[in-house]
C-alpha cells in the first residue's frame, strides 16, 4: 500500500499544520479559561473586533461595558482598569489567534479546491473541514455569551460541546494526513485484527474521558478534592449519585460526582491502553504499531500523574495546562495507532509459535 504519489505535499503539510493550529487553540483556550479571561469581551465582532481599543476612552467604554456583566459584578468587583486590560488582552489574543487560523484553513483550500488538489470523492471533507471550522467560532461565542447573562461563568454543556468539536475537526484532519502519508487503509483478508477493535475502544473511551474533563473545567470542579485517592476521606463518596437529584442529573451537572468520574475513568484508559500494548508486543504487527501502542501507554501514565498533581496541587496553571496538552497528545497518537493497525492484515494476529517475529 503506497501513499498517493499526486503532487500533494503541500496539501498534507496544511493539514498537519492545521493540526497543530487546532492543539494550540485547545490549549490556549484553556489559559484562557484558567486566567478567567474569556468573559472580559462582552461582544462578538468578527470584523471590527480585529482592532482593539485605542485610547484611554475607548479602553473606558469597553470597561464599562464588562461592568454590567454578571462576572464583574459578583466576582471582580474591586477591579481596576489596568487589571481589566490584563485580561481583555488574552481574550483578544485568543479571537485573533482563531481568526489567523480561520483564514490559514479557508485561503488554501480554497486555493487546493481551485487547482484540483484535492480528490474529487474526498472534497466534502476538506470541505467540511472549512465548515467546522467556522461553526466552531460560532459554537465559541454562543459559549461565551452563556456567563453574560445570569451566572459568571459559562455554560458546561457548551464549553465540552465546543471542545468536542474541536476533537472531532482533529480527528477528521489527522486522518486526512495520515491517508496521504501512507495511503487510506485497505480492507485486509480475514478482516480487522483484535488490536484494531481495541484501539477503537481506546479512542472511545478516551473521547469520553475528555469530555468529562471539559464538563470538570465548567465547573472548575477539579478544586472540589485536593486529596488523591480519597475524596473527603472516602475511596468512594457518599451521595454521588443523588448529589444533583436523580443519577444521570448527576453524572452531568454535580461537580463531586463529574470529578470522581474523570478521576477514576483515566484508568479505564489506562487498562485498554495496556491491553493494546500487550496484544502489539505478543504478535508480528510492524514496528510502528508497537513503538505507538508503547508511546500511547506511556502518556496515559504521564496524563494520569499531571492530574494527579493538578489534584494535589489545587489546579497550578502550568501543570492544568500541560495536563490538557498531553490530552491532544493521547488522542493523537490513539488515532495514529488506530491508522496503523487497520493497515495490518487479521492473519498476523496469530503469535509466531517461535516467539519471533513472522513478517515484517
Known sequence: MQASTR?????????????????????????VRLTRSGLSIVEWNPISGVVPPIGHAAWEAEFAKY?????????????????????????????????????????PLIYFLWKGMIPRRQRWLYIL???????????????????????????????TAHLLLALTLLAITFRLALDRIYGHPEKQPGGRPAAYWLSVLVIGILVVQIAYGGLVAGLKAGHVSNTWPLMFGYLVPPGLLTAAGGWLNSILTAPATL????????????????????????????PQVKRSSLLLAALVLVQITLGIGVVVMGVPIVVALTHQFTAMMLFMTALYLNHRLAAEPAQLAQPAASGKPLAA
Request: some cysteine.
Open 129 to 159: 473541514i472549512g465548515v467546522l471550522f467556522a461553526f466552531q467560532g460560532v459554537l465559541g461565542w454562543y459559549m461565551v455569551s452563556s456567563g453574560l447573562v445570569d451566572t459568571p461563568a459559562v455554560s458546561h454543556f457548551r464549553l
Open 67 to 107: 461592568q454590567l456583566t454578571p462576572e464583574f459584578l459578583k466576582i471582580n468587583t474591586g477591579m481596576t482598569l489596568p487589571e481589566y486590560q490584563e485580561i481583555f488582552l488574552i481574550e483578544y489574543t485568543h479571537r485573533l489567534i482563531a481568526r489567523f487560523a480561520g483564514l490559514l484553513v479557508a485561503i
Open 259 to 286: 470529578h470522581f468520574i474523570h478521576r477514576w475513568l483515566a484508568f479505564v484508559v489506562l487498562a485498554v491502553a495496556l491491553a493494546v500494548y500487550v496484544v502489539a508486543r505478543r504478535h508480528a504487527y510492524a
Open 7 to 31: 503532487p500533494s505535499r503541500a496539501v498534507t503539510i496544511w493539514l498537519l499544520v492545521v493540526c497543530g493550529l487546532i492543539i494550540f487553540l485547545i490549549a490556549f483556550g484553556g489559559f
